[in-house]
């Protein structure tokens, strides 16, 4: 009976255990969701009062600061990356399309695939790794050193001056930072394609011109901003709330990386969905 007992016992403290750790994240979640609507709508008065600190976030973001300055801010970061990955994509898809006999719709392929998937998913991953990194830091090296605190004091609402500006710098910093992406990835993808792999220069824009949609870049900038949108939220909330210490800023910056690139691949998703998954739109042969 003992026995029986003690095993009830310990059933029970994990059932309490469970619904204790069920309650926290719901309470998690709720606080999140709180914390987003009020720095969206403190946008606005960001946007009236906080002029200047918006236009020196811009700054910050685009170019970075210091030592970093021209060589680690995202301007640098993300031209890299989406270079590199339009390069990739060319040297993939001419192997691939040479196997049956199609490399002629490499250009096809740069003009479908980076747009649609390679550019956005890989200016998210930027997007995260420079500007949502560096704002969790530099919120929550903030808030353990009573910065934010300072604020509240000094009659300042620290939502509006130190969230609602960087959502606004993230806004407005995305159409070039991302402009530059697109093209550096269709840049990479011809110079690899004609230069390296040696096809013809008019094959390749014709096939590229053909199958580039207007619509599909539009929606790409869309797609840029809504990422932009949740990644400042979701740093700006792990920065904001950071507590721990220098330890606790560094474990707060790696959750808020490890949610924004998740959130970053499932609004590719689910605009890919919604947009592509039922287009017929697409007719390879006359």
Known sequence: MSVTSLRHGRASHAARRAGRGVVRTIDTVGEQIVFCAGALLSTAKAARHYRTETFRVVTEIGLGTGLLAMIGGSVAIM????????????V?????????????????????????????????????ATIGAGTTAQLGAMRISEEIDALEVMAIRSVPYL??????????????????????????????????????????D?????????????????????????????HSYYGYTAHGGPS????????????????????????????YGSSRQLHLAG
């Open 79 to 90: 031209g890299f990356l989406t270079l590199f990955a339009g390069a990739t994509v060319a």
């Open 92 to 128: 993939q898809g001419f192997t691939s399309l040479g196997n049956i006999g199609v490399e002629a719709l490499t250009g096809f392929l740069s003009a479908y695939v980076n747009v649609r998937v390679v550019a956005p998913v890989v200016a998210g991953v930027g997007l995260a």
């Open 163 to 204: 969230v609602g500006t960087r959502i606004l710098a993230g806004l407005i910093a995305i159409v070039p930072l991302y402009s530059l992406a697109v093209l550096a990835a269709f840049l990479s993808s011809r110079i690899a394609t004609v230069t390296i792999l040696g096809q013809s220069p008019g094959v390749y």
């Open 206 to 234: 014709h096939y590229f011109a053909t199958f580039l949609r207007p619509a599909d870049v539009l929606w790409s900038f869309g797609q840029a901003i809504v990422m932009a949108v949740i990644v400042m939220l979701v």
């Open 248 to 275: 606790g800023v560094g474990v707060a910056t790696g959750r808020a990386v490890r949610l924004s690139l998740i959130a970053v691949v499932t609004v590719t998703l689910l605009i890919s969905l919604a947009l």
